[in-house]
């Protein structure tokens, strides 16, 4: 009995042996590369839509354009955008969206934005930066939403 369940787990194993119907090679793993890097690139493109459509909502104005956001603050709201804590890295992620958007290399708008970015160079985002985007942005709309409603507000990041 035993030799013959040895043998039924040897052929399971056998079945079961993955490494032998899939060939991995080195153009497969650069193709997995390819679509993770992308995929954290419009995770980007993703988190900056999300930050639109939020301010559409806090401002209760579907035709407000993005462009004229901080006018609109400031004259609503005395609220000097450019001044917030986390202005710069939102300011970063709209530049990025943009370029993730217009064939994935760094303009010379997003490379005077932060030196981390040079001009002509593909975008490659990790996971740890969409996750700094994310929590930038949160942290950025809880300050916007504190200030005009004279409330404290906390979003949660992620982690």
């Keep these: 009995y ?4 040895i043998e039924l787990n040897k052929t399971l194993v056998d079945k079961c042996n993955f490494h032998n119907q899939f060939d991995f090679d080195d153009s497969k793993i650069c193709e997995l590369n390819f679509l993770s890097e992308t995929i954290y690139n419009y995770l980007a493109v993703i988190i900056y839509s999300f930050a639109e ?5 806090i401002l ?8 004229n956001l901080e006018k609109y603050f400031n004259e609503k ?3 000097d955008l450019t001044t917030l804590l986390n202005y710069q890295k939102y300011n970063e ?5 943009n370029c993730v958007k217009h064939g994935g290399f760094v303009d010379n708008k997003l490379a005077k934005c932060n030196n981390k970015w040079k001009q002509g160079e593909e975008i490659i985002l990790e996971e740890d930066d969409i996750k700094e985007y994310f929590n930038n942005l949160v942290d950025f709309i809880s300050e916007i939403l504190s200030k005009i409603s004279k409330s404290q507000f906390t ?3 992620i982690e």
């Design 2 to 5: 035993n030799s013959q369940k």
């Design 53 to 57: 459509k939020s301010f559409k909502k």
């Design 60 to 67: 209760l104005k579907n035709n407000l354009s993005i462009d």
């Design 77 to 79: 709201y005395s609220l």
């Design 93 to 97: 992620l709209r530049l990025l969206n």
């Design 155 to 157: 979003l949660f990041h």
